[in-house]
Structure formats: structure tokens, C-alpha cells
């Protein structure tokens, strides 16, 4: 019987080799995987508690990329990056309400809140016939 390490070596060499050796363009940013980059927390607008400059329902936060990290720029440049630099920018959604309405949400719990109302409205039914039921309405 053959030993198959010598074949093993030979074929992981080969392929870290072809990873070292290999010509490759280098990637754009935004196509780097988790962990090689970092985005920045989206600054949030007070009065309307969703993310600053968002429109159609976007708005972009800064990505750095990791140090010593070699990718295209958001303007195209080939760049190692040393963790301080905007490589792209990340686009993230402004509402989180899963397409319900904040102001008929607000007036159902004004008005049939004690029915439970706003909770049904909001898809948790469970929630909305606990508290009709709660003797107590600790809610």
C-alpha cells in the first residue's frame, strides 16, 4: 500500500503556492467579508429618530477597512489601507417599522389601547390578548 501523505504535500503546496503566486486584481471594498472592515454607527437625527440624510429610505455609513488591507476605493484607487480611511460606504435602511405606520400605531393605543388595539396592528397578537386579559395592565 502507497503512503498518501507525499501526495497531500504536494497538493497543499501547490494550492498555497497558487494563493501566494497568484495575479489577481485586488478587490473593491465594498466586496470585503466580515471582520476585514468596520463601519461607523449612523448619526441619528433627533427629531425623527432615523438615520441623518436619508433618502428613499437609504442612507450610507463610512466603512474602514482593517489595516494593511489592499482593495479599491469607493473612487476606484487601488489603496492599502491603514484603518483610519474610508474605504466605502455601506448603505443601511432608515425605518425599522416593517412597513406599519407610526402615526396610525399611535392613535390605535390612544384611543383602543385598553383593547389591545395597537398590538394587533403591530403583529403581536399574543401580547394584545394578554394585556385584555391582564387584570392588572401593568403595560
Known sequence: MVPLWPLWTLWLAYFAARGVASDDAPLKCEDLRIGQY????????????????????TAYVACLPAPNITCKDFSGNETQFTGNETGFYKPIECRSVNGYSYKVA???????????ADRFYLGYP???????????NVF
Open 106 to 116: 399611535v392613535a390605535l393605543s390612544l384611543f383602543l389601547g385598553w383593547l389591545g
Open 38 to 57: 468596520i463601519c461607523e454607527h449612523p448619526k441619528i437625527d433627533n427629531a425623527t429618530q432615523e438615520p441623518m440624510k436619508c433618502t428613499n429610505h
Open 126 to 136: 399574543a401580547l394584545a390578548l394578554f394585556i385584555e386579559k391582564c387584570p392588572y
